[in-house]
Structures are given as structure tokens and as C-alpha cells.
């Protein structure tokens, strides 16, 4: 039980980020490896926020923000100085790196665990009985994500959100509608590293600490989450998949990247119950992100020829 | 109304490779003109549209749009008053977007992209009307995305896209290059029909010299970065398309074609 609620609260705080990555690399096409960077960034500012008084919400709106304002320098590099959108990434993530150890007051580890945070603070321990308290934690992230699942489909059906789906659809086509399609990105990258970083945020104050390493693999996590959930729940790319009673089971790709988070972790915490160390970690999770690009490769190779 | 003054593009300048397309090139278009463009590979059309779309720079000269001089202005902001239709009919619309989803898009250029609806439901009846226009049947395909429409109905949505908001000027870049005769053919007219509905000025760049002679109140020829022919009124009306050949064959040999 204890297991299946941790694969669950794992999988919903990469979930956030997992959507942040649907926007790069599924709407914009954009390899964005900056989330390494942010998604820790986020939890550098929460540590320091939580130590210095400011209240653990306002941490997550202050965390967004400060992702939001990192993707748009990812953007702009790649944009106005021209250069190649892997590298702006790449660029960002480095010199973050050097940002989060300074926001997090020159310290590669922040433990907050006796502070008050969004899962441990007097209202929820007066409101929540002794023994449900995890699944409380399970229910608040449950809510934020579903907050940021919502806010996500609204945005992505207002008109603003169309020209970014067209962004990575079809540049040209921005450009026709005399719309800059470099505003249109930085716009896209924001968003994305907005949750990255939103999701560094819930992670901290979910452990109880930051930690500088743990934004290692964020990327290879985020696009793992959205590759399984889009090749299993969503039925434009997997038609055949999932018929029941006549019906195809097809879910938004937002509430397929979410599920392809927690099947992720599922998958992670499976390969370790079967003896893989923790040190093992990274190697598991970037050999199970390869084999998930060689089977959806494979895949798409057989629908191709079936079609 | 629209003017191209002493216009210079070299490709490739400062190295072995440099080519000079136009050397001091002039054009005047006026208001309400529809030009029809023909000219072999590399003499220069598609560099011409790109020119005046904003699409690649020019090394000197300057083009102006009504009183305005539109030289330094980006390609993005340039396309606010003009539609362009490419000749690969993907470039006209969002493949993963649904006809209903594209036609909005259109439907809001030159309109703030902000956060209300993208889809507004007052507009659909007149999505309908106008894709009906087509005879394509793509008025009951609303929720089918625009990728798996074929070559034709993509672009004749194109060109419904393109001059669907108020714009002044069309910029059609062989956009019948890449389909069947018979597409072809429906697109011709429709263009056409367009055209003269909306009172557009128009150039069009075309292989096939037929469309050129038949359709457009103005015919030009480019060889090598110059217009060798551009005839207006009763004389382009008049032209065959033996003439334009026989004028076509004479500039190839030239050129030792």
C-alpha cells in the first residue's frame, strides 16, 4: 500500500512537469532541456521562501513564475540570438545550475522538514484524523495537478493557445496570420518550464529538502511520461488499442502524459523491487526511456505499413 | 500600389557561388490588378513573391505598399495585409488541427490571440457557407483534422484561409503546381472567383501557361531576374499560348537550353 502510494505521489509531481514537456516537445516540437534546470530551480526558491517565512503557497506561484521567467530566457536565445533550440536549452540548464546553488543560499542541500509546507502545516493536521494523512498528500496533489491539467486544456482552446498548437504545426502558417512565431514560442517555453519548475516546487515540499542533483534526468522522466501516455491513451496515435464494448478508450493527451507519469514511475519503482539498487536510478530510468522510443518507433513503423 | 524600386539581390555574396538574381528590377503593380507570372526555373519568380512577402531580405532597393515603404518591416507583420498561398499544400494549413480549428485561426488573423475561446460558435454557420463555396464537402468534416484531407481540399482551404480576413493583396506561388489537372482546374476557378468577388490585387506565379493566359489582366514574363514581357489590356488579352511559347523557346535558346 505504502509502495502504491508513493508510485502515485512520485508519478503526480512529474506529472506537472510532464505537462510542462507535453507543450515543448509534443505542441512545439521543441527538445527544451532546460527543465533540468528549472524543475530544481523551483525547489531552491521554495526551500529559501519556506526558511525565510513566506508561505509554501505562495512558493509554488513564486516558483512558476520564476520557471516562467527561465523559459522565456531559453526562448529568447533561441529566438533573438538565434541559436539551435537544443543548445539554448543546454545553455540555460548549465547556468542554472550555478542560479539554484545561489538561490538556495550557496548550499547543495536545503533540508526544511520542520517547516510548515502545502502537506504538513496545523489547518491540514486539525482537519485530516492521524491515519489518513497519506492519503491526504495523495488528494492535494491529486488537486494541484488536476488545476494545472484544467487551466492547461482551457488555455490550450483559447485563441492564444490555438496560434501555439499552429506554432508547432505549421510555422509558416503563424507567420501568414502576421504573428511572430518567435513570441509564439517564447510564449510556449514559459508555460512548459512554468510547471517544471511549479513541479520542483510541490517536490521539495513533498520531501522535506532540495537537493542540487535532483534535476538530473527531469528531461528523459518529462518525455518517458509523454511518449507512454500518448502512445497508450490516445487514440488518434493508437487506434486499435483499447476497444471495449465497441467504444475506443481515449483520453485527452493531457490526461495521457499525467497516467504515462504514474505507469513511468510504476515502471521505475518495479525494475527496483526486482533488486536494482538506488544508485541504479539513473541508469534505469534513461534505459527505460530507450526502450519506450524503441518500441513507439517500432510501432509507428507497423501502422505506417499497415496504413 | 504595390512597388518594387531598384530592387538588388545577389545570393551567396562574397563567395565563389555568388549569383546576381536582380540587378536594379523595377514593378508597379496598381490596385486591383491581377498579374499572372511565367518564367523558367531560377529566373526569379518565387525570389520576386519572396521579395514583396518579406520573406528574404534584398541587399538594396525598396518596396512600397500604398504610400508606405514596407522595406524594413519583418515578414510577419508584412502578411497582415496580404494572404499567401504556397505551392505545397501543407504550408496552408495545421495538420493536426481540425478544419473547424483552421478555419477559426484564420478567422482571427488580424485580431488580438488572446485568452478567449479560440472556437467562436456564432461563427460556425459562416464556416460552413464558406467551406461549402468549395464543393469539396468539407462543410460536414468540421472535426476532421486538416492532415488527412488530401493535396486538393488542403488547398483550396488554403486559399479559403488566406482570403478569408480583409486583405489587400494574393500571393499565389504556383499553387496549382502539385495537383491533379482536374484539382487544378476546380482551384483555378475558385481563385478566380475570389479574386474578382473581393476585389483583390493579385500576382500569381504559374508553369502553366494556359492559367496565365486566361486568367489575370496583366501577363509578365520573367527571364534572368528581368520581366522580358508584361503586357496589359487588350493585348494580354489577345496573347495565345503559342505566342507566349514560341517567346518561352526563344529565351531557352538563349540560353543554350
Known amino acids: 500500500m505504502t509502495l502504491f502510494l508513493g508510485i502515485i505521489e512520485e508519478g503526480l509531481i512529474y506529472a506537472i512537469m510532464a505537462l510542462g514537456v507535453y507543450i515543448t516537445y509534443k505542441i512545439l516540437d521543441f527538445p527544451d ?17 519556506i526558511l525565510a517565512g513566506i508561505s509554501p503557497v505562495a512558493a509554488l506561484f513564486l516558483s512558476f513564475l520564476a520557471g516562467a521567467a527561465a523559459g522565456c530566457v531559453t526562448g529568447l536565445i533561441h529566438v533573438k540570438l538565434k541559436v539551435r533550440d537544443l543548445l539554448s536549452g543546454i545553455i540555460v540548464m548549465t547556468g542554472l545550475y550555478s542560479l539554484n546553488l545561489r538561490f538556495a543560499g550557496g548550499r547543495a542541500n536545503v533540508p526544511i522538514f520542520t517547516q510548515e509546507t502545502i502537506f504538513e502545516n496545523p489547518f491540514l493536521g486539525s482537519v485530516v484524523p492521524q491515519g489518513l494523512t497519506a492519503f491526504a498528500v495523495v488528494l492535494i496533489l491529486f488537486f494541484i495537478v488536476l488545476v494545472c491539467k484544467v487551466l492547461l486544456d482551457l488555455y490550450l482552446n483559447t485563441r492564444s493557445g490555438f496560434l501555439l498548437r499552429a ?26 518550464n512554468g510547471f517544471a519548475s511549479l513541479a520542483g516546487s510541490v517536490y521539495c515540499q513533498h520531501k522535506g529538502f532540495f537537493e542540487i542533483s535532483i534535476g538530473t534526468g527531469t528531461i528523459v522522466m518529462g518525455l518517458a511520461s509523454v511518449i507512454i501516455g500518448i502512445q497508450v491513451f490516445c487514440p488518434d496515435h493508437r487506434p486499435y488499442l483499447f476497444r471495449l464494448f465497441g467504444r475506443t478508450i481515449g483520453m485527452r493527451p493531457t490526461t495521457a502524459v499525467i497516467a504515462g507519469s504514474i505507469i513511468y514511475k510504476a515502471c521505475i519503482s518495479l525494475a527496483i523491487s526486482l533488486g536494482l539498487e538506488a544508485n541504479d536510478l539513473k541508469l534505469i530510468t534513461s534505459m527505460l526511456f530507450l526502450i519506450i522510443l524503441v518500441i513507439s518507433a517500432q510501432r509507428r513503423k507497423k501502422v505506417k505499413a499497415h496504413a | 500600389m504595390l512597388k518594387l524600386n531598384h530592387i538588388s539581390k545577389y545570393y551567396n ?23 499572372s507570372v511565367v518564367g523558367s526555373n531560377g ?46 499544400p501543407a504550408m496552408g494549413t495545421c495538420p493536426h488541427m481540425t478544419i473547424l480549428e483552421n478555419m477559426a485561426l484564420a478567422d482571427n488573423k488580424g485580431q488580438s490571440f488572446n485568452l478567449r475561446p479560440g472556437i467562436r460558435r456564432q461563427r460556425l454557420d459562416f464556416y460552413r457557407e464558406q467551406l461549402k463555396t468549395l464543393g469539396l464537402g468539407l462543410e460536414d468534416k468540421l472535426q476532421v483534422k486538416a492532415g ?97 511559347l514560341e517567346k518561352f523557346n526563344a529565351i531557352s535558346i538563349e540560353c543554350g537550353n
Open chain 2, 13 to 35: 555574396a562574397g563567395t565563389v557561388n555568388e549569383m546576381c538574381l536582380f540587378q536594379d528590377f523595377n514593378l508597379s503593380v496598381e490596385k486591383g490588378q491581377f498579374v
Open chain 2, 43 to 88: 529566373s526569379g519568380k518565387t525570389s520576386m513573391l519572396n521579395i514583396i512577402c518579406g520573406s528574404i531580405p534584398v541587399d538594396s532597393g525598396t518596396i512600397y505598399m500604398g504610400n508606405k515603404n514596407i522595406t524594413p518591416l519583418p515578414e510577419f507583420k508584412r502578411l497582415r495585409s496580404i494572404g499567401r498561398v504556397y505551392q505545397n
Open chain 1, 33 to 49: 532541456l532546460s527543465v533540468d534546470s528549472t524543475f530544481p530551480m523551483g525547489a531552491a526558491l521554495t526551500a529559501s521562501a
Open chain 2, 148 to 244: 488527412v484531407l488530401s493535396g486538393g481540399q488542403r488547398q483550396a482551404m488554403a486559399l479559403l484561409m488566406a482570403s478569408m480576413t480583409p486583405i489587400e493583396f494574393l500571393i499565389l506561388d504556383e499553387h496549382t503546381a502539385a495537383l491533379d489537372p482536374k484539382t487544378a482546374e476546380t482551384i483555378m476557378e475558385l481563385t478566380g472567383k475570389i479574386v474578382k468577388e473581393k476585389k483583390l490585387t493579385t500576382i500569381m506565379v504559374t508553369h502553366n501557361l494556359r492559367y496565365a493566359v486566361e486568367y489575370g489582366d496583366r501577363l509578365l514574363m520573367m527571364h534572368q531576374g528581368k520581366s522580358v514581357v508584361d503586357i496589359t489590356g487588350s493585348q494580354k488579352a489577345e496573347i495565345r499560348i503559342e505566342d507566349l
Open chain 1, 167 to 192: 506554432a508547432g504545426d505549421n510555422e509558416t502558417l503563424v507567420t501568414s496570420l502576421a504573428k511572430d512565431k518567435g513570441t509564439v514560442k517564447i510564449a510556449g517555453l514559459a508555460i512548459a
